[in-house]
């Protein structure tokens, strides 16, 4: 599986980016998918991403960092996963990665290259 981000640059705090991850097969084939992201010196950190639940439900899960500010999307069309980010902040400032594993696959799946994102006045 191939994932290539892409929308990542410099904002201002209070502003917004989006962000785009287009992957080499449909998005909605995979048990996870969404994104992750890593500061200078900090483990990464989950942002947001969809997971298969119990009886092929989907869940939306959301970091506690980015809970009402963030907004993960798919596009079926256009295969790509979509980070929507609003009010960003100085601490928001990292490398964000797609992630997207499929149903059975062990490990902890295929990731982009990363795409940074810096947060700064």
């Known amino acids: 599986v191939q994932l290539v981000e892409s929308g990542g640059g410099l904002v201002q705090p209070g502003g917004s980016l989006r962000l785009s991850c287009s992957a080499s097969?449909?998005?909605?084939?995979?048990?996870?998918m969404g994104w992750y992201r890593q500061a200078p010196g900090k483990e990464r950190e989950l942002v947001a991403r969809f997971r298969l639940g119990g009886g092929a439900t989907t869940l939306t899960e959301y970091g506690d960092a980015v809970k009402d500010r963030f907004t993960i999307s798919r596009d079926r069309a256009e295969n790509t996963v979509s980070l929507q980010m609003n009010s960003l902040k100085p601490e928001d400032t990292a490398v964000y990665y797609c992630?997207?594993?499929?149903?059975?696959?062990?490990?902890?799946?295929?990731w982009g290259q990363g795409t940074q994102v810096n947060v700064s006045s």
């Open positions: 992630n997207a594993k499929l149903p059975l696959e062990l490990g902890p799946g295929s």
């Open positions: 097969r449909s998005v909605f084939g995979f048990a996870v």
